[in-house]
């Protein structure tokens, strides 16, 4: 329907009817903004090197970039969903692009490594806001099931695109200028896809029923930093300081309130009841501890070739092409897979070739520099991601009936996306802890120098073995970097294992979890269009309502 001042709402089409008009422009300006987000999400992936080196960072300040997007992004993307819908989602979309490019042009002139934080998360909640008000903008001007499925495979083609180019774009331009002038890029592309939306797309609302639930998301949010917080520091200012400890109890308390808040709320942020469903239960677990695996696995290639082994940056992006490819490349595949094959066994499948491509990683020699031996593990560990970013929304929507579609995929895109949280936050406590400790108990039988072994250990007591891998050659406490080096390998590659272990409880629960389970509704199939279930939306993730 429209209503008076032009913009249409997401209630049902005509049936038969052609496109909505403003398609193809709302099409083009969404693709353009979903891939702006996911260039800004992975950007930082193959600059961690060079923000060691120039902005003197230790391992817990770099684990923080990417945390600081990825936690402006879950804790928020509930509620600026439910902004789209009142107020409109072109002006969503065009607010969010505008928040990224003053994110990115903080980024490029950061000082120090604090302020760089700030830019990752202005840049996350711009991203937060683009990703919901995206899709649910094409949700709304398509007419049929079968033209949504073709509108989102697009979308998330563009977004596994900026996912894959990102890395090789601030590679690129770290190689011929600065790091700064790949977000300087950033803000350009981020300006343009501004005026791609306010030009091209048309504006649609669903203000019906929808209400913000601020207890929710000030509890949420106010626990989810808290408990992130103690994971990151805790491996460098120890596990058992005051701060880290405040930080969990803390966290879990407001959490728990969190939960309380939602049980009682008239339209939750998070609706709780849906884990009565043991399928819903099964894909959700698995969301988190599968897609922490995967993004745990690309940060810590991201610090095996930058902070560790100091790589060019363009050298860092190849091993991302496959990472992040496949889940481009594939998209026709995996569409067509969802119909022929059942979901579960897409998922089980997708996260077993991830454990194989963890473990083959966690093999890697920190000593050699050559990149063949990435390509495999990452090639698996990219096709597997592929294979379940799709599977494990489609999991989650086959097992609730319809009227409960669109709270399930909003609640399972969010937990995905906590798990793309907790990736660098496992990764950096694992491998920092593992590094550090390893580090101090070798230090002392290496054989260096008193006044060497001294400064070593004083560098590294205040900024982890990182800072003592990175020291000049001559400098106080540089004789150790061979000692570093190794700390670093071995804690890193006790990461990808927890990430190879990760991935293999997904394929099993995945695998066992499901035995019995009947769906009780079909895969979404639009019978009278003989359309087959939607493909991906955010991340590969079917979209059956344009509800966040």
């Not at 930082?44 to 684990?63: I, K, M, R, V, W």
């Not at 563009?158 to 002038?181: D, E, N, Q, T, Y």
């Not at 070593?456 to 007591?461: F, H, P, S, T, W």
């Not at 979890?513 to 079909?522: N, W």
């Amino acid at each position: 329907m429209t209503l008076d001042n032009g913009t249409t709402t997401s209630q049902g089409p005509t049936a038969g009817a052609a496109r909505t008009p403003g398609y193809a422009g709302t099409l083009a300006a969404a693709c353009c903004a979903v891939f702006v987000a996911q260039v800004a999400n992975a950007l930082p992936a193959s600059l961690n090197g060079l923000f060691q080196e120039d902005l003197h960072t230790h391992g817990s300040q770099l684990t923080w970039i990417t945390a600081a997007f990825m936690i402006a992004v879950v804790c928020f993307e509930f509620t600026f969903g439910v902004l789209g819908d009142l107020f409109g989602r072109r002006r969503l979309v065009a607010a969010g692009t505008a928040l990224v490019a003053a994110g990115s042009a903080v980024a490029a002139v950061a000082p120090t490594v604090q302020v760089l934080w700030i830019g990752a998360a202005l840049n996350g909640l711009g991203a937060g806001a683009m990703f919901p008000g995206s899709l649910t903008a094409i949700s709304a001007v398509t007419r049929t099931m079968r033209q949504r499925a073709h509108a989102v495979a697009v979308w998330s083609g563009f977004l596994s695109a900026g996912a894959a180019v990102s890395p090789l774009l601030g590679g690129m331009f770290a190689k011929i200028g600065s790091w700064r002038g790949s977000f300087w890029v950033l803000v350009g592309l981020a300006l343009v896809s501004m005026v791609l939306t306010l030009v091209l797309a048309t504006e649609s609302k669903a203000p019906e029923g929808r209400r913000l639930d601020v207890p929710g998301q000030i509890t949420f949010a106010v626990g989810l930093i808290l408990v992130l917080y103690g994971a990151v520091e805790g491996p460098e200012s120890g596990w058992t300081t005051l701060p880290v400890i405040l930080a969990f109890l803390l966290g879990t308390c407001v959490l728990a309130g969190f939960v309380v808040v939602e049980l009682g709320a008239e339209s939750p942020i998070f609706d709780l009841t849906l884990f009565r469903n043991r399928a819903f239960t099964v894909s959700s677990v698995v969301a988190v501890i599968g897609m922490m695996a995967f993004l745990g696995a690309c940060f810590a290639t991201s610090m095996w070739l930058g902070p560790v082994q100091h790589q060019d940056p363009i050298r860092v992006a190849v091993p991302f092409l496959l990472l992040q490819g496949p889940a481009f490349v594939l998209i026709p595949i995996v569409s067509r897979l969802l119909h022929r094959v059942a979901a579960t066994w897409l998922l089980t499948s997708g996260f077993a070739l991830m454990a194989i491509g963890c473990l083959l990683c966690a093999r890697l020699d920190v000593t050699d520099p050559g990149l063949g031996a990435f390509v495999a593990p990452a090639l698996l560990i990219g096709v597997g991601f592929a294979l379940t970013v799709s599977s494990v929304t489609a999991v989650a929507l086959n097992s609730v009936p319809p009227k409960l579609a669109g709270m399930a995929s909003a609640t399972t895109n969010m937990l995905r996306d906590l798990g793309f949280v907790l990736g660098p936050v496992v990764v950096g406590a694992v491998a920092l802890s593992n590094a550090g400790s390893a580090f101090t108990k070798n230090l002392p039988g290496a054989g260096l120098p008193a006044g060497q072994a001294a400064a070593a250990r004083e560098i590294a007591q205040a900024a982890g073995p990182i800072a003592v891998n990175s020291l000049p050659p001559g400098a106080p406490g540089s004789a150790a970097h061979a000692l570093a080096l190794d700390a670093l390998g071995s804690g890193f590659g006790t990461a990808y294992l927890v990430c190879g272990a990760a991935a293999a409880v997904a394929a099993a629960l995945t695998a066992f979890g499901m035995i019995g389970v009947h769906a009780p509704r079909s895969a979404g199939n639009d019978e009278h269009e003989g359309a087959a279930p939607l493909p991906p939306g955010r991340d590969g993730m079917p979209e059956t309502a344009p509800t966040r």
